[in-house]
């Protein structure tokens, strides 16, 4: 039952690289989501995607880009890594967020990522 | 757009203290409210959540959330917290309408509970 899978755990990067982080779900859920957390500032939402084959911008999407590969997976890269981008990123998943926005959120153990 | 203030950032207790962190939620119409719990090095879980029924929740490792809608708030509530508590808790909101409504979530306030 492994639930929200996040890899890589920890990466460090050089400002300038490029790097995909996936995330898988194995709960059958149509909602994913992805924040990242940064001390003082609680998780702040990057991208999200109601449903497979869409996606949306949360509060913070510049310097990323995600892909909605299908309802299980959803990556998040970002292009051209700047020190700004260092954190840790979770993604979550959902049942349904479009419709029923009760439903909680599903976390992984998150990604540790370091950008020198 | 809605937003979500958590007051206590720090908060340090002894064991068998009770407990009390407040959420408060800036939206006018109807919300869905969650508490999440992160254990040191560990993701977010599902404490206990408010979506309609009895504003008083119970969630799982005694603790318990009110729903005050004339207040805009959803504090947390235990009456005697043990070391194993320590964590960042996050309280979350989100409008109950149908609708990309992604959930928003407070700064989080870190509990330490000593012995």
């Known amino acids: 039952n492994a639930g929200v899978t996040q890899t890589p755990k920890f990466q460090v990067l050089k400002t300038g690289q490029s790097m995909t982080l996936q995330c898988a779900q194995d709960m059958n859920h149509n909602s994913m989501y992805w924040y990242r957390q940064d001390p003082g500032m609680g998780l702040r939402l990057i991208y999200y995607?109601?449903?497979?084959?869409?996606?949306d911008k949360g509060e913070v999407p510049n310097g990323y880009n995600v892909s909605r590969l299908n309802k299980r997976e959803f990556s998040l890269r970002l292009e051209s890594a700047a020190p700004s981008q260092t954190s840790v990123y979770f993604c979550?998943?959902?049942?349904?967020?479009?419709?029923?926005?009760?439903?909680?959120?599903?976390f992984g153990d998150g990604t540790r990522l370091s950008i020198l | 757009a809605q937003s979500v203030s958590q007051h206590n950032h720090h908060v340090i207790l002894s064991e068998a203290a009770s407990l009390e962190l407040g959420c408060n939620y800036s939206y006018g119409g109807t919300v869905n409210l969650f508490w999440y719990v992160q254990y040191p090095g560990q993701h977010l879980q599902l404490l206990l959540k408010?979506?309609?029924?009895?504003?008083l929740v119970k969630g799982i490792k005694g603790f318990e959330a009110e729903f005050i809608k004339s207040k805009f708030s959803f504090n947390l509530r235990k009456p005697s917290v043990q070391w194993s508590d320590t964590a960042e808790y996050f309280c979350?909101?989100?409008?109950?309408?149908?609708?990309?409504?992604?959930?928003?979530f407070g700064k989080g306030t870190r509990l330490s509970v000593i012995a």
């Open positions: 995607s109601a449903s497979e084959g869409t996606t």
């Open positions: 979350a909101v989100s409008p109950a309408r149908s609708g990309n409504t992604p959930l928003v």
């Open positions: 408010y979506f309609s029924g009895d504003p």
């Open positions: 979550a998943s959902s049942e349904d967020g479009y419709t029923y926005s009760n439903q909680p959120q599903h």
